[in-house]
């Protein structure tokens, strides 16, 4: 590449992160991918791959010099990479990921927004109140629902 075009780090390196990928790549920019492991999903469409080993060497081996990072989903250590002394744009920006990195935080941001969103109920009891909780979800969500962790 002549140095002319942007560099973007997907941090993230399955489907999602493929998809961007290749969008990104298709418009001419330079890509570098933040995985696991080298056979992930994205890590095949991208010359610069950085194996996320979760130390400050890493992050910052990954983030230096590129001009934007994306990201392949919110359940990424916000705090980490915002210490980073690189600090390339983020898109969306690190403090709106890491408030939406919490599931219930998600769901009233979007009612206080009215942004529809689907039907959710939230779990805080102890554990000797889960049964009859559930029977709660059953009737609020008669046609099913899914149990999903809040972060």
């Given at each position: 590449?002549?140095?002319?075009?942007?560099?973007?780090?997907?941090?993230?390196?399955?489907?999602?992160?493929?998809?961007?990928?290749?969008?990104?790549?298709?418009?001419?920019?330079?890509?570098?991918?933040?995985?696991?492991?080298?056979?992930?999903?994205?890590?095949?469409?991208?010359?610069?791959?950085?194996?996320?080993?979760?130390?400050?060497?890493?992050?910052?081996?990954?983030?230096a010099g590129l001009d934007a990072v994306l990201?392949?989903?919110?359940?990424?250590?916000?705090?980490?990479?915002?210490?980073?002394?690189?600090?390339?744009?983020?898109?969306?920006?690190?403090?709106?990921?890491?408030?939406?990195?919490?599931?219930?935080?998600?769901?009233?941001?979007?009612?206080?927004?009215?942004?529809p969103t689907a039907p959710w109920k939230l779990w805080e009891g102890p554990a000797?109140?889960?049964?009859?909780?559930?029977?709660?979800?059953?009737?609020?969500?008669?046609?099913?629902?899914?149990?999903?962790?809040?972060?």
């Open positions: 590449m002549s140095g002319q075009e942007p560099s973007v780090g997907i941090l993230g390196s399955g489907q999602l992160a493929r998809y961007l990928a290749q969008s990104a790549l298709k418009k001419g920019a330079e890509v570098r991918i933040l995985c696991n492991f080298l056979d992930d999903p994205a890590a095949h469409l991208s010359v610069a791959k950085i194996i996320d080993r979760g130390t400050d060497e890493s992050r910052d081996l990954f983030l990201f392949e989903n919110e359940f990424i250590r916000t705090d980490f990479y915002k210490s980073s002394r690189f600090q390339p744009r983020f898109f969306p920006e690190i403090e709106v990921l890491k408030a939406l990195s919490f599931k219930h935080q998600q769901k009233e941001l979007l009612e206080k927004l009215k942004i000797q109140a889960l049964e009859a909780w559930l029977n709660d979800c059953e009737k609020a969500f008669p046609r099913g629902f899914i149990l999903k962790w809040s972060k």
